[in-house]
Structures are given as C-alpha cells and as structure tokens.
C-alpha cells in the first residue's frame, strides 16, 4: 500500500531527539501488572497516566454493576455517550453536599488539565482509567465515568453523578453523560424534580440511607463501589 507519505520510525525518533525507551516514558504507559489497589480517584495523590476507555471495555464495566441483592440491569442494556442539559433530567436523591460539589469544582481540573483531555472542565470529560500512587506511595487505579444516566418510561433519571448534573445546571451549560436504555430493573428511587433537593453540609448527611433518597427500594440501589466506581 502507497501512502501520501511516511517516516521511518528510527528517523522519527532521530528528529524528536529521543529513543524508544524516552519515547516510553513520555508516553506515560500504565503499569498495569504493578496495580496493587483500586481507589477513589481522590485518593490518588500523583497522578502517573491516565488511560481513555474504549466504548466496549465501558459496556463490559457497566454491564458487570450490581445492585445491591445481587442482581444485575444492564445486562441487556443498551448504552450510549450523550450531552444532556441537567434541566431536563430527574433526580432520586434527597440532598446535594456542599462539600462533594466544591471539592469537585477544585480537583478535576487539576486532575486533568496537565493531559490535555478537556478545556472545558466536567462539561466535556470522557471516560478514563487513571493511574497513581496514593498517600502511601501504593501504586493504585481510580475510575472516572461521566455521570450514568437510566431512562425509565419517559423519565431520565440520574443513578450516578447529581454533583456533576447540579453544576452543571447552576452554570448553565450540558454534560457529557452515559445514558442507558432497555433496563431490566426498576430504578431503586422515585423520580423527582431539581426542585425538591436540597443543599447541605455533609455533617448533616442522614446516617439512615433510606432518608437520603425518595422512596428508595435498597435492594434494587446500584453499587457502584463493588466496582470502583466513584462518583
């Protein structure tokens, strides 16, 4: 095959000024097999790469989310990467944390802005793999998902993300969001609208997880931990 043109990757090299070993070090490669945890991205205190997801490997997590009798709903669910306006969408949850939100506004953008994956802060962020090292210099993997978003009749209902879906509403702007359809199981929570959620400190978080949500069916809430998944 003929291409309009080509370089040969040792003239390549030769031109940058580097080898193939700097070229492996500049290109941040995770050390998968040196993982020893699974952590909040948070938590990751030097940040080493980050990895964007492959659509497949992102269906084959959320497919294996479980809730929390055990079942699982997006086995047959269809998924899609939409830009939703959080106007539009529902909620199940009673309160939004005062500090979960203005922590988010201050850590994403220094999580991301040094690889160049966004300009635009939470708006426009994909789905990533990123690799660190925690506070004990443990070598870990955090999980960043744009907010999941299930479609139940003709409601949207956010099941992970209302931190991000609420900034973005009080800025005025969309989200990128993952929106699943065809789900086997009920959503675990009523339906509501922005309206009716309030803003509070987190020392004023009910204890009883019933108390935070309206009308919440725990069996059928999805665990999101069990598979690292933080939002």
Known sequence: MKFEWQIDISKYLERLEINQEELSLRLRLPEVKAVNQVIPLRDIIDIDSIMPLHKNWIHHIVRH??????QHPFTKAKFQMVKVDPR??????RFVYR?????????????????????GG?????AYFVFGRDEN???????????LIELHGSNLVIMDGIHRNYIAKQMG???NAILLTEIDIPF?????????????SLED???DINNRYFDLNKDLFRDLKYLGIDG
């Not at 500090?99 to 300009?119: D, S, W």
């Not at 675990?188 to 509070?200: H, L, M, V, Y």
Request: net charge negative; with cysteine.
């Open 137 to 147: 210099d443990i070598y870990s993997l955090a999980t960043y998902l744009p907010p």
């Open 205 to 207: 978080k009910p204890k």
């Open 65 to 70: 989310i479980t809730t929390l009798d055990g």
């Open 173 to 175: 702007t969309t989200l």
């Open 99 to 119: 500090e979960n939100y203005q922590a988010l506004l201050e850590m994403v953008p220094n999580v991301f802005h040094e690889f160049l994956v966004t300009n």
């Open 88 to 93: 539009h969408l529902k909620i199940g949850q």
């Open 122 to 126: 939470l708006s426009d962020l994909g």
């Open 188 to 200: 675990p929570c009523g339906p509501r609208d922005w309206s009716e959620i309030e803003i509070i």
